[in-house]
Nanobody, 117 residues
C-alpha cells in the first residue's frame, strides 16, 4: 500500500534551519510529482512546494520562496524540504503528498515544525 512517512520536524529558533524528509513506498516513486503542504492551527492547508518527477522543475509558495528548497532522491524514494531562515509564521504541521490518479491523492501523517524563541 502507499505510504508516505515524514520526519525531521521539531522546535527551532527564528532564523534557524530544518530539513524535512518524506520516505515513500508502495508506488513507483520516480514516476510521480511530489508536494509539501503545511497546515497551521485554525488555518487551511496550503501548498508549500512541488517538484516534478526528475526534479527539473520546482515551484514554491510566495511566502517561502528564497528560503525553502524542495528536492528528491529517486534512488532513495525520498523527497526533502530544506527550510532556512525560519520564521514564527512557518509554524505548522508539514505533510508530503502525491497524486497517483485524478481521484487519489495520498498524504503522510505529518511532522510538526515549531519556530519559537
Amino acid at each position: 500500500q502507499v505510504q508516505l512517512v515524514e520526519s525531521g520536524g521539531g522546535l527551532v529558533q527564528p532564523g534557524g534551519s530544518l530539513r524535512l524528509s518524506c520516505a515513500a513506498s508502495g508506488f513507483t516513486f520516480r514516476s510521480y510529482a511530489m508536494r509539501w503542504y503545511r497546515q497551521a492551527p485554525g488555518k487551511e492547508r496550503e501548498l508549500v512546494a512541488s517538484i516534478t518527477t526528475t526534479g527539473s522543475i520546482t515551484n514554491y509558495a510566495d511566502s517561502v520562496k528564497g528560503r525553502f528548497s524542495i528536492s528528491r532522491d529517486n534512488a532513495k524514494n525520498t523527497v526533502y524540504l530544506q527550510m532556512n531562515s525560519l520564521k514564527p509564521e512557518d509554524t505548522a504541521a508539514y505533510y508530503c503528498s502525491t497524486r497517483l490518479s485524478n481521484t487519489d491523492r495520498y498524504w503522510g501523517q505529518g511532522t510538526q515544525v515549531t519556530v519559537s524563541s
